[in-house]
């Protein structure tokens, strides 16, 4: 039977995965991030193959060629501008004081690859964000749950306190669109099999 591998150490994905009744096992990448493309969009697709390719890589060379690697990487996006997790504390400062009052893209990458058969995809919602002054920022930032991740603040967690309002998937902006992954596993005869077979 073929394992289903998720590339990522984020819990969050994980929770996401395990609430469609997914069996998998984890092994995150640790390759270096290199953003790439002209777009949030490309640049997430990139980095989701680029994890996916290097766990599916690792997995052929131990004799495990028919498992399923999913990986996925999310930015946020303003005005052009992405934002990955923030470096620091001054930095986490900066990203929410440019997010506060604006509405953002948060896109997330993910890539399910498997013998013969790779699908590369993405979501996208749209984050409208509420004023904030600096004491209420830095009050979050101590939390200290900001620091990992994408645009410094977690919408599943204390930084919804931020969010007025949201336009598309909410799983999205957690981490994965994982009704989409569903559908893309559904979509395709080996994919399927997979997915039917580590089903809980």
């Known amino acids: 039977m073929s394992r289903i591998i998720l590339a990522s ?26 953003l790439r493309g002209e777009s949030p969009a490309e640049n997430v697709m990139g980095l989701a193959a680029d994890k996916a390719g290097d766990i599916y890589e690792q997995l052929k060379a131990s004799g495990e060629g028919d498992a399923l690697v999913i990986g996925a990487d999310t930015v946020v996006a303003l005005e052009d501008k992405v934002l990955g997790k923030p470096k620091d504390e001054t930095d986490a400062l900066q990203m929410l004081r440019f997010l506060q009052g604006q509405t953002h893209q948060v896109y997330t990458g993910v890539c399910i690859m498997t013998e013969g058969k790779t699908m590369t995809f993405y979501g996208k919602t749209d984050v409208t964000m509420y004023l904030a002054d600096d004491e209420q920022i830095m009050d979050y930032i101590r939390s200290g749950e900001p620091m990992d991740k994408a645009g410094s603040y977690a919408i599943q967690g204390l930084g919804t306190i931020f969010v007025k309002e949201i336009h598309g998937d909410y799983n999205n902006v957690v981490g994965l669109p994982v009704a989409e992954v569903w559908q893309h596993l559904n979509s395709d005869a080996v994919t399927r099999r997979i997915a039917k077979e580590n089903k809980e």
């Open 9 to 34: 150490a984020s819990p969050r994905r994980r929770e996401l995965l395990t609430q469609i009744g997914l069996k998998f096992d984890i092994m995150p990448s640790h390759i270096e991030e290199v």
